[in-house]
T-cell receptor
Framework: AQSVTQLGSHVSVSEGALVLLRCNYS??????LFWYVQYPNQGLQLLLK??????LVKGINGFEAEFKKSETSFHLTKPSAHMSDAAEYFC????????????FGQGTELSVKP | DVKVTQSSRYLVKRTGEKVFLECVQD?????MFWYRQDPGLGLRLIYF???????EKGDIPEGYSVSREKKERFSLILESASTNQTSMYLC?????????????FGPGTRLTVL
């Protein structure tokens, strides 16, 4: 079975500090992985996706993620946090069945302190 | 600019009412999905559709049904709303032949059942 685990339901950083949001996956087939961001009372917006073309993936708003097969991880990072990064972040793996649904982690709420 | 729209951002209904949530996409996508979002649980798939009039159950279909009469429109129906269906509902669509194509999400409908 495929699954995604996000470590830490809440992460708080200071403005300008490194952002690190952790995601581990389980998949018996090569995974397609995604990070989405959700701002308050809005839908989900794609930050980046891993499609096996490159292990280091760059996304929007300065975010990037590295696929590490040996660690079954796909952690999201940003070198310097901005106040506008405060949101909820979801890691997801594409299922091989059910129409290619996304299997989501529980979400991590990022707070940025001034 | 691609778009997925949902008929209501906020909805308040009474127990036992029949509720319709509408979703429209303008990307000519084949696959459409309804997810439910609850704190600490991430997003869970209710139903999906891979073509007009074609639908399949997701992980939590109980108490819900769907309709897809036109390619661009996918409706979620709560036959008899209950308080445990109070939640955020998100519609998504995806298309194309590549497995790693991302899903595009609507803004969500926050449903409260009293």
């Amino acid at each position: 079975a495929q699954s995604v685990t996000q470590l830490g339901s809440h992460v708080s950083v200071s403005e300008g500090a490194l952002v690190l949001l952790r995601c581990n996956y389980s998949s018996s087939v090569p995974p397609y992985l995604f990070w989405y961001v959700q701002y308050p009372n809005q839908g989900l917006q794609l930050l980046l996706k891993y499609t096996s073309a490159a292990t280091l993936v760059k996304g929007i708003n300065g975010f990037e993620a590295e696929f590490k097969k040996s660690e079954t991880s796909f952690h999201l990072t940003k070198p310097s946090a901005h106040m506008s990064d405060a949101a909820e972040y979801f890691c997801a793996v594409r299922a091989y069945n059910q129409g290619g649904k996304l299997i989501f982690g529980q979400g991590t709420e990022l707070s940025v302190k001034p | 600019d691609v778009k997925v729209t949902q008929s209501s951002r906020y909805l308040v209904k009474r127990t036992g009412e029949k509720v319709f949530l509408e979703c429209v996409q303008d990307m000519d996508h084949e696959n459409m999905f309804w997810y439910r979002q609850d704190p600490g649980l991430g997003l869970r798939l209710i139903y999906f559709s891979y073509d007009v009039k074609m639908k399949e159950k997701g992980d939590i279909p109980e108490g819900y049904s769907v309709s897809r009469e036109k390619k661009e429109r996918f409706s979620l129906i709560l036959e008899s709303a209950s308080t445990n269906q109070t939640s955020m509902y998100l519609c998504a669509s995806t298309g194309g032949s590549r497995s790693y194509n991302e899903q595009f999400f609507g803004p969500g409908t926050r449903l409260t059942v009293l």
